[in-house]
């Protein structure tokens, strides 16, 4: 079929402008119509789940990309094929991009970007006349967004394992706004007599009467035991309020 295809020509007389290759016409209508089928059955399912990305977007990236791919086929051959493939592949890049939103320190839209560029690749198998195995290519993208979807909830509702995590530890101390270079001067003290480095020290909340300071604590294991130790010790001075020690999983 490759080699029997027809090339466009830019020299093609007028009289050709308008006259059309049914064989040529019915494999590409075969091929966008296979990338519309199946843009909509990854879309239909963004859509359902209310995504940003959805339906519509999904449709037209698979129809895009088929189309380019099979413009290029036809134009170029072989050669014109792989330079729209690479195209595609970087060109769809700006358009996840666009859906990938920092909200604090969380980073959304990565999966729909992800599901876009997916979309892309099933429409360059389209285009490429490659219909089953975009169809295969299809199956996997809504598996991954379908039968992943129970085990990844599983995996988050753990309790988070301080062991298997990189974690974030600080030791809080608490004392009047006017001693607190000495309640740094006590974190420094405290930590290093259990040889536990200090990454920086915050200042958590700053009252009139109190001021919450956190030496951020540069491992990321450290032992239950010595911190508990470490913030008695922090306690018994009559001039700290209080003190106490927290981790969280680092982002």
Same mark, same amino acid.
């Given at each position: 079929? =490759? $080699? +029997?295809? @027809? ?10 402008? *308008?006259?059309?290759? @049914? ?24 859509? %359902? ?7 519509? !977007? ?16 036809? &134009? =170029?051959?072989?050669? =014109? ?23 604090? @320190?969380?980073?959304? =839209?990565?999966?729909?970007? +992800?599901? #876009? %560029? ?6 360059? *198998? ?11 290519? !299809? ?5 991954? $967004? ?34 607190? &270079? ?14 536990? @480095? ?11 009467? +109190? ?5 951020? #604590? ?12 470490? !913030? ?12 106490? %020690? ?6």
């Amino acid at each position: 079929m =490759g $080699n +029997a295809m @027809p090339t466009i020509s830019a020299a093609r007389p007028v009289s050709e402008l *308008f006259s059309v290759d @049914p064989a040529a016409l019915t494999t590409s209508a075969v091929c966008l119509g296979a990338a519309f089928v199946l843009g909509v059955a990854i879309g239909l399912e963004r859509q %359902w789940r209310q995504r940003s990305a959805g339906l519509r !977007t999904n449709v037209l990236v698979a129809l895009g990309a088929a189309a380019f791919v099979d413009l290029g086929l036809r &134009a =170029g051959g072989s050669d =014109g094929l792989l330079r729209v493939i690479s195209y595609v592949v970087s060109g769809i890049g700006f358009l996840g991009a666009g859906v990938i939103m920092k909200d604090g @320190p969380q980073v959304r =839209g990565l999966n729909t970007a +992800a599901t #876009l %560029w997916a979309s892309a690749a099933v429409g360059a *198998f389209a285009g490429a006349r490659l219909i089953v195995e975009a169809g295969m290519v !299809t199956l996997f993208v809504l598996a991954g $967004n379908t039968l992943l979807r129970p085990l990844v909830e599983f995996v988050d509702r753990r309790p988070l394992s301080h062991g298997a995590t990189e974690s974030l530890y600080r030791v809080h101390l608490t004392c009047a706004p006017d001693r607190i &270079a000495m309640g740094r001067d006590l974190l420094f003290e405290e930590l290093d007599k259990f040889h536990y @480095p200090i990454r920086e020290i915050e200042t958590l909340a700053h009252h009139d009467d +109190a001021v919450e300071l956190a030496a951020v #604590l540069v491992p990321s294991s450290a032992k239950a035991t010595d911190l508990d130790t470490i !913030t008695d010790h922090l306690a018994r001075h009559h001039e700290v309020i209080g003190a106490t %020690w927290t981790v969280s999983s680092t982002s």
